[in-house]
């Protein structure tokens, strides 16, 4: 059964990080991209970060240079690394599998991420 399962939101101030995680289960991250989306209220789903199942990662232009996507293919677990974070990054954010054919299939929960001083 496929699953993922975010954690490591929360409230933080602005400029201060965060450390999410996606644990995985169900599949192997060797054969599988990820992708870390992020919706706000009010506003459409971004996808913010993804990383292939070699590894590639691609980021959108708002976080480039403050976030950074890694795996644990051991731990099956996927992060996403967010410093200096600001107002504008509160949203809920999703991480999801890549299905390979240009489409996400399996998406966890989500995790709350709230930038506020």
């Known amino acids: 059964q496929v699953q993922l399962v975010e954690s490591g939101g929360g409230l933080v101030q602005p400029g201060g990080s965060l450390r999410l995680s996606c644990a995985a289960s169900?599949?192997?991250?060797?054969?599988?991209?990820i992708g870390w989306f992020r919706q706000a209220p009010g506003k459409e789903r971004e996808r913010v970060s993804c990383?292939?199942?070699?590894?590639?990662?691609n980021y959108t232009e708002s976080v480039k240079g403050r976030f950074t996507i890694s795996r644990d293919v051991a731990r099956n677990t996927v992060y996403l690394q967010m410093n200096n974070l600001n107002p504008e990054d509160t949203a809920l954010y999703y991480c999801?599998?890549?299905?390979?054919?240009?489409?996400?299939?399996?998406w966890g929960q989500g995790t709350q991420v709230t930038v506020s001083s």
């Open positions: 999801a599998r890549d299905s390979g054919l240009q489409a996400y299939d399996y």
């Open positions: 990383i292939t199942s070699d590894g590639n990662t």
């Open positions: 169900g599949f192997r991250l060797d054969n599988y991209g």
